[in-house]
């Protein structure tokens, strides 16, 4: 174990040691400004949050020294925070929205630009995998949100295993996938699903279909007293990028230096354009949270929870647009077969949305995909 002084949580001069009463009555306009814009919260001389951001991203300088494939930090939940948003690019404006829970676990992918000297690519692979479901009615960290987002990536299927793109937007779910839709849906069951949101193809809406049948079985199956009505929506916005010649390939074999998600942006593949496919991404984003707004119409004091099943790379550019960045940031985010990310939404629908989780996968067991880095020699790793 090695002990590294900037790994310590955040400092908070004098503010340190305050119940939250005493600190309202002490720094008034000053507090306001750590719950709203934490980023520019200005205490005894010094920005805690920026002083955070700049020891977090001096950390990496030292952690990414140490020789060896896989590192485990543990550290606090603010410094965590900083560690993930520096990684991949987030400034301090971003403290608070990609929540980090007691004994959650996230996982940064570092992987080297073959053949170049430049910096290596990073992946957030997982965000705050917590030893209790990221859906559970008591959380440990966060605002309390009334609206909530619960992306479900659909089952598995054939090229999907074989770690192909999608060779068709008619593929169905392999028995895999199936096992995982039914996974994903039992997680579900103790969570009263409002409505669900899905892709037209085939494999989203079985996977839906699995949800919605299960949600609607809550009664017989002893999780609440009452049936439950879940209102299911095809949205033709989330359907799969189209792949046009990259259907079916390797991606190492189309793109066999780099990442495809970078050669996607000025390369003409025949299929979608990247730049078509964010804008209908944000559309989709935008239909998900204006769906959140029509639900206002039925008052409940209990969380509104909407489930949106689509595909991989249209969850992560649809978390891109919640999070305010651009095209390029599609591979700064991974998610699985059958994984669900949470995004809550305590200001509301047309507040800033806050990351719970990302790529969430413990309920799936065995039929998880496993925490594995590429493949790459040792002497290119």
């Not at 949600?215 to 949205?235: F, H, I």
């Not at 699985?336 to 799936?364: E, K, W």
């Not at 998880?368 to 002497?379: G, M, N, R």
């Amino acid at each position: 174990m090695i002990s590294i002084h900037d790994l310590r949580e955040i400092d908070l001069y004098g503010f340190q040691g305050l119940m939250k009463n005493e600190g309202k009555e002490r720094y008034g306009d000053a507090y306001r400004t750590w719950q709203v814009d934490a980023a520019n919260f200005l205490i005894d001389g010094h920005y805690p949050v920026r002083e955070l951001w700049a020891r977090a991203h001096k950390c990496w300088d030292e952690i990414l020294r140490h020789e060896g494939q896989s590192i485990l930090v543990v550290a606090h939940n603010a410094v965590n925070q900083a560690l993930v948003a520096t990684a991949t690019g987030l400034g301090p404006h971003y403290f608070r929205q990609l929540l980090q829970s007691n004994c959650g676990v996230s996982v940064l992918d570092f992987s080297p630009q073959i053949g170049s000297d430049g910096p290596p690519y990073v992946c957030l692979d997982r965000l705050n995998q917590t030893p209790s479901p990221p859906v559970a009615a008591e959380q440990g960290s966060g605002r309390k949100a009334g609206y909530r987002v619960i992306l479900v990536c659909h089952g598995a299927t054939e090229t999907s295993v074989e770690k192909r793109f999608p060779a068709s937007a008619d593929e169905p779910l392999n028995m895999l996938g199936v096992i995982q839709a039914q996974k994903t849906a039992e997680l579900l069951l103790d969570v009263t699903v409002n409505s669900v949101l899905c892709s037209p193809q085939p494999n989203a809406r079985r996977t839906a279909k699995a949800i919605v049948e299960v949600q609607e079985a809550a009664d017989c199956l002893g999780a609440d007293c009452v049936p439950r009505y879940v209102e299911e929506n095809q949205l033709e916005e989330l359907a799969d990028l189209d792949w046009g010649q990259w259907k079916g390939q390797i991606p190492t074999e189309v793109v066999p230096q780099g990442r495809w998600q970078d050669a996607i942006q000025h390369v003409d593949n025949g299929g979608e354009s990247i730049a078509e496919f964010w804008k209908r991404a944000g559309h989709a984003w935008k239909g998900v949270l204006d769906h959140l707004k029509s639900l206002d119409a039925a008052p409940s004091s209990q969380t509104k929870n909407v489930v949106v099943v689509a595909h991989e790379v249209i969850h992560t550019a649809m978390i891109g647009h919640c999070l305010g960045l651009t095209p390029a940031s599609i591979g700064t985010f991974h998610v699985d077969t059958g994984s669900i990310s949470v995004v809550d939404l305590p200001d509301g629908p047309s507040g800033r949305g806050v990351v719970r989780c990302l790529n969430y996968t413990a309920h799936l067991g065995r039929w998880a995909v496993p925490i594995t880095l590429p493949t790459l020699a040792d002497e290119d790793f």
